[in-house]
């Protein structure tokens, strides 16, 4: 079953880093470009950014260029993002997302939390 | 302020029809699928309508979207208090050379 597992969120002061990781299964993950969405609490949903699916490239959102990181190792079949300088607003829900060129973000991890606090 | 503009809120009885709207502008829907997602509290968000009108396998044809010019629309027919849930629509910005979503529709089944 095609699937999507997100893991590494915490709590975490401002300032500091944090990775989360998105481990797929059962499907070719190399062929697909990979995006992160995040989802403060009681808000909607917030393209985080993109990379393609040879890891050449990415897209990031204005709110988290340089310093939300996409990264991807496609031996192992995972998804990353190095989060760094946190602050408050970046507090959410993450959620990995598959990319397929019909069907737009079809596939969705079920979230982990990052919560930015002192 | 979401680059796409969907209501706050909608409702319906059941077996009502409901139609949720996501107004954007050239650089996004004109020019662009749209695409639309469910999600309950706690949960991913589950695709349900992909370039404009087409339903994954699995999504009852309950569902239908449609796109003109910068604007799109979720329909749903035949509502159930099972349909109660937050729905987004997305597409891809041109200009921003980013994903984007509207700000979500909450349903409620009377």
């Known amino acids: 079953q095609v699937q999507l597992v997100e893991s590494g969120g915490g709590v975490v002061q401002p300032g500091r880093s944090l990775r989360l990781s998105c481990a797929a299964s059962?499907?070719?993950?190399?062929?697909?470009?990979m995006h992160w969405v995040r989802q403060a609490p009681g808000k909607g949903l917030e393209w985080v950014g993109v990379?393609?699916?040879?890891?050449?490239?990415?897209k990031y959102a204005d709110s988290v260029r340089g310093r939300l990181i996409i990264s991807r190792d496609n031996s192992n079949n995972t998804l990353y993002l190095q989060m760094n300088s946190l602050r408050a607003e970046d507090t959410a829900v993450y959620f990995c997302?598959?990319?397929?060129?019909?069907?737009?973000?079809?596939?969705w991890g079920q979230g982990t939390t990052v919560t930015v606090s002192s | 302020q979401s680059v796409l503009t969907q209501p706050p809120s909608a409702s319906g009885t059941p077996g009502q029809r409901v139609t949720i709207s996501c107004s954007g502008s050239?650089?996004?829907?004109?020019?662009?699928?749209v695409y639309w997602y469910q999600q309950f509290p706690g949960t991913a968000p589950k695709l349900l309508i992909y370039?404009?009108?087409q339903l994954p396998s699995g999504v009852p044809d309950r569902l239908s979207g449609s796109k003109s010019g910068t604007s799109a629309s979720l329909a749903i027919s035949g509502l159930r208090s099972g349909d109660e849930a937050d729905y987004y629509c997305?597409?891809?910005?041109?200009?921003?050379?980013?994903?984007?979503f509207g700000g979500g529709t909450r349903l409620t089944v009377l």
């Open positions: 370039r404009n009108n």
């Open positions: 059962d499907f070719s993950f190399s062929n697909y470009g």
């Open positions: 997302a598959r990319y397929d060129e019909g069907r737009g973000l079809d596939v």
């Open positions: 990379i393609w699916f040879d890891g050449s490239k990415q």
């Open positions: 050239n650089s996004n829907i004109g020019n662009n699928y």
């Open positions: 997305a597409a891809w910005d041109d200009n921003l050379s980013a994903w984007v």
